[in-house]
């Protein structure tokens, strides 16, 4: 229903920032909730962040709350996740995903079930 594909990601000292960017291609594009997930060698896919489908609500994972800031434009079919004051522990394949907002299961929004469509990734690589 919708194609990701992120961008953005590279190499950072701790301390530093990177944005990352997720560009979607589908009319509905709007009619999604998004959300950005990480994957590091050897653990489970990860939630980071999400926003609905407006932009007016937005959700963190308690390990990037302050740090992470997730947003959308939706004129222009992109999410943005700008990430600072990273730790080598946010090293990371990161993820852009989407799903068509429901009322039912919102409250799961931080479960990669919720979403349907998936990027294929960005790396990022915080280093110490």
């Known amino acids: 229903q919708v194609q990701l594909v992120e961008s953005g990601g590279g190499l950072v000292q701790a301390g530093g920032s990177l944005r990352l960017s997720c560009a979607a291609s589908g009319r509905t594009f709007s009619s999604y909730d998004m959300g950005w997930f990480r994957q590091a060698p050897g653990k489970e896919r990860e939630f980071v962040a999400h926003?609905?489908?407006?932009?007016?609500?937005?959700y963190y994972a308690d390990s990037v709350k302050g740090r992470f800031t997730i947003s959308r434009d939706n004129a222009k079919n992109t999410v943005g996740l700008q990430m600072n004051s990273l730790k080598p522990e946010d090293t990371a394949v990161y993820i852009c995903a989407a799903g068509l907002h429901s009322g039912l299961t919102y409250g799961l929004r931080y479960l990669p079930a919720y979403y349907s469509s998936w990027g294929q990734g960005t790396q990022v690589t915080v280093s110490s």
């Open positions: 926003i609905n489908w407006s932009g007016g609500s937005t």
